[in-house]
């Protein structure tokens, strides 16, 4: 089997500039560090090219557009005609979970597994019966899983 990278990439080069956002994106923390790329993340191509960058706020876009230059030099092809800094939303950033805050919860037990069946014999539909089930158990296992001696 060949891979499919390079006839992808074609494809997605017929919808001009935009296209490249993905690799944009990947490169985007390395190439403008970690201070930065919190407060700031690319957004879109313009069609003329230029990368529409969102920034938290005016400061810190008026701040970037004096080093768009060197931005732009870090990124080299990714960003052929240019940046353009603006205050706009950011995506939320998304919270690390610790090894210590993850909670591996064991399967139901035969009897746990009874008992939610029990539980959800009386509702009519079985799509829902079956969600129902399935919720009782994980409820049942977690709620054992969660006792400390």
């Known amino acids: 089997m060949d891979p499919l990278g390079d006839e992808i990439k074609r494809e997605l080069a017929r919808f001009g500039p935009a296209a490249g956002m993905a690799e944009l994106a990947a490169a985007w923390p390395n190439a403008v560090g970690e ?4 407060n700031a993340w690319p957004a879109r191509f313009q069609r003329d090219g230029v990368l529409i960058v969102h920034a938290v706020d005016a400061v810190w876009a008026f701040e970037l557009t004096q080093r768009a230059d060197e931005i732009a ?17 950011l995506a939320e950033p998304q919270p690390e979970v610790s090894q210590r805050d993850r909670t591996v919860v064991r399967a139901a037990t035969l009897s746990e597994a009874q008992k939610a069946a029990e ?17 009782a158990r994980a409820s049942l296992a977690r709620a054992a899983s969660d006792r400390h001696f």
Request: aromatic share 6%; charged share 25%.
């Open 35 to 38: 201070g930065i790329a919190r």
């Open 73 to 89: 030099g870090r990124l080299g092809t990714l960003v052929p005609k240019g940046l353009k800094f603006v205050p706009g939303p």
């Open 119 to 135: 539980w959800a014999a009386a509702v009519e539909d079985p799509d829902l019966r079956e969600l129902v089930a399935r919720a």
